[in-house]
């Protein structure tokens, strides 16, 4: 069995707190496990969604790939453009990656490297905590659990950044991922 | 929207009695607070005068470090600035402002605006030459010196290697234990007194302690001494575990400050401000620590190792810690070479034999959560930098920042250096008592 009380003093964001408290099983009602969960990918996800509307605005034609690849000496300069957080930073960042590596759609290659770089930076920060706080017997669970809801979910997340390039607003994952059986597991069997 | 941090800068100076030496009033947020910027040991060692130019420069390096270390990052990390600073020449800070930025930001994680105001100080009043004590008119290098052990190693390396140029030390003196630090390491190693100082004082509570702007400082001051110098050469000595290691495994905004990414963008920002600006050299970017002091031990018998410190925590705790991931770099490394039994030094947390954290400390420790911390976060990060993936975004990213800089093959030299780690990583943890605390962090089963 786990201990209770993993996330309380986890370094991370409320929303990261809320989310090893799923993974680590200590929300048994599964449904309410499940809302949750697809609740905070989603409100994750539409972060984006400024920084995207943001990029949008910007005199260019985002389908113009000739147009896109003239970015990639400016992209520093556009950072006024957008607001100060993380998000777009990140968002700004990895598209100025996706340009330089030829991506043949860098602003979508773009979304999904944010969310990827964003999570492995968390699942870093998660394990440095575990381990230090001493939930080593809990540590390859969470680490494992929090691996799995980002695979089990990439389908969504391709979705959602294709949904995000188009400028439409990203679907809740309840519609895409309801046959999903990740939390149908025993979270607190371990 | 995050609010910006505002902030007006005004000029003045103690003119007749000490004029190479400025105050600068810094306003913000209905409070005032001074930087205390004193750079008479670089132009009395240098024996030549600052230009305008040098001047602006040390004052943006001032103000941006007081603002980074005033502001406290919010949980997005990113903050906003907004500076208005007085510089001699408006229009070629104008020109340098893009590069200016893009350095800054790429540093940081932060958006820096400057607003250049004419400064109207006499300039003539900020200039004093004085006794000839360092001959420039032989090959220099510039070697930003913090007093640590690879400091200490690209010292020696370059006098074997380089016995025709002489090497400048360069500090930046931001609290008494930096400068008695510094220099009492480079006068141990270095009898020919070839230091060169800049004291640069923050008043006020300073809470920030991310100070991310530390090295833009350091190198802004080293490319001013190159310039008087006439060299185009700044050494610095990083290893690959600190350059390349550090930004690979960060759960903040990368920490972008040693690799070839920020002193590229420093050296295009310099190149808007004079021709034949400085390029920095990284000579042990591709290295590990142990592998560049094994360098250092196979060309030399005789090395102060012992006189040099590592941590970043000193000036809390007057000895080094042991245990945060500057100390625990330091104690791999003198472990792979042989000139550490693990308990030769003193440190805070003596013992990585011990069986639990608390039993490791020497000393009493207010904060016992903090240290654990500390110490867990350093051990994590050697495990998780052996255990890179090259498919994750931080990999991909610093290699496409290598890249752009200019660098070759560096997928295979990254890749080299993290066979080089994970094997004295190992060989680290082997040395070790299987019960000890290090091990159980590491391998999960504390």
């Not at chain 1, 370094?11 to 799923?22: F, Q």
């Not at chain 1, 043949?104 to 699942?123: C, D």
């Not at chain 2, 066979?419 to 680290?428: I, L």
Request: charged share 25%; hydrophobic share 40%.
């Amino acid at each position: 069995m786990m201990q209770d009380g993993i996330y309380k003093n986890a370094p991370v964001s409320s929303k990261g707190r809320e989310l090893i408290k799923v993974v680590a099983g200590e929300i048994l009602d599964k449904d309410s496990a499940r809302f949750r969960l697809e609740k905070l990918l989603f409100d994750w996800i539409k972060q984006l969604a400024p920084v995207l509307k943001q990029l949008k605005r910007l005199p260019i034609n985002l389908s113009d790939h000739s147009q896109i690849f003239g970015l990639i000496e400016q992209i520093d300069q556009m950072r006024s453009n957008f607001d100060i957080n993380r998000e777009a930073d990140d968002f700004l960042n990895s598209l100025k990656y996706a340009l330089h590596s030829n991506a043949q759609h860098p602003v979508k290659t773009a979304i999904l490297n944010t969310l990827q770089g964003q999570w492995e930076s968390y699942l870093r920060n998660i394990e440095g905590y575990l381990i230090g706080r001493q939930y080593v017997a809990e540590h390859p669970t969470v680490m494992q659990r929090l691996t799995e809801t980002y695979k089990n979910h990439q389908s969504y997340l391709q979705n959602c950044a294709e949904e995000l390039v188009q400028g439409k607003s990203p679907k809740n994952p309840e519609k895409l991922t309801k046959n999903s059986n990740f939390l149908d597991m025993d979270l607190r069997g371990q | 929207m995050t609010k910006p941090f505002i902030m007006d800068v005004n000029i003045s100076s103690k003119t007749i009695d000490k004029p190479s030496f400025l105050v600068l009033d810094c306003f913000f947020e209905n409070q005032q607070n001074k930087i205390e910027l004193d750079y008479a040991h670089l132009v009395n060692k240098i024996n030549k005068p600052l230009n305008k130019t040098d001047i602006d420069m040390l004052v943006i390096a001032a103000v941006v470090a007081f603002a980074d270390r005033k502001k406290l990052r919010p949980q997005k990390w990113a903050r906003q600035f907004k500076l208005k600073i007085p510089v001699y020449d408006i229009d070629v800070w104008q020109t340098a402002h893009k590069q200016l930025f893009d350095c800054l930001n790429f540093l940081t994680g932060d958006r820096w605006h400057f607003e250049f105001i004419a400064n109207t100080f006499h300039f003539e009043n900020m200039i004093e030459p004085e006794l000839q004590t360092i001959k420039t008119s032989e090959p220099v290098a510039i070697i930003p010196f913090s007093g640590g052990l690879d400091s200490l190693a690209t010292l020696h390396l370059f006098r074997i290697h380089e016995k025709h140029t002489k090497p400048l030390l360069i500090t930046v003196n931001t609290n008494h234990n930096s400068r008695k630090l510094s220099f009492n390491t480079s006068r141990i190693i270095d009898k020919l007194d070839t230091r060169v100082s800049v004291s640069m004082k923050l008043s006020g509570r300073l809470d920030e302690i991310s100070y991310r702007s530390r090295v833009f400082v350091f190198f802004m001051v080293a490319a001013i001494t190159a310039r008087l110098s006439n060299t185009q050469r700044i050494i610095i000595g990083e290893n690959g575990q600190g350059s390349i290691g550090a930004p690979l495994v960060s759960v903040d905004y990368p920490y972008h400050s040693l690799h070839f990414g920020f002193t590229k963008r420093l050296h295009d920002l310099l190149s808007q401000l004079w021709d034949n600006a400085p390029f920095f050299e990284h000579p042990y970017i591709w290295q590990t620590k142990a592998e560049v002091l094994q360098l250092l031990l196979s060309n030399s018998s005789e090395i102060d190792w012992n006189k040099t410190i590592s941590c970043s925590r000193l000036r809390e705790t007057s000895i080094q810690c042991g245990i945060c991931s500057n100390c625990l770099l330091r104690r791999l490394a003198l472990t792979t070479v042989g000139l550490e039994n693990l308990v030769s030094e003193n440190y805070l947390w003596q013992d990585l034999n011990a069986p639990t954290l608390e039993a490791a400390l020497k000393h009493t420790q207010k904060n016992l959560n903090t240290e654990i911390n500390i110490a867990s976060r350093a051990i994590v990060s050697h495990e998780q930098f052996r255990k890179i993936n090259p498919s994750i975004q931080s990999y991909q990213q610093i290699v496409c920042e290598l890249e752009k800089a200019g660098q070759q093959q560096v997928e295979e030299k990254i890749n080299r250096l993290i066979k080089c780690h994970t094997q004295e990583w190992e060989q680290f943890l082997n040395k070790l008592n299987p019960d000890s605390w290090v091990v159980k962090v590491a391998l999960g089963r504390a």
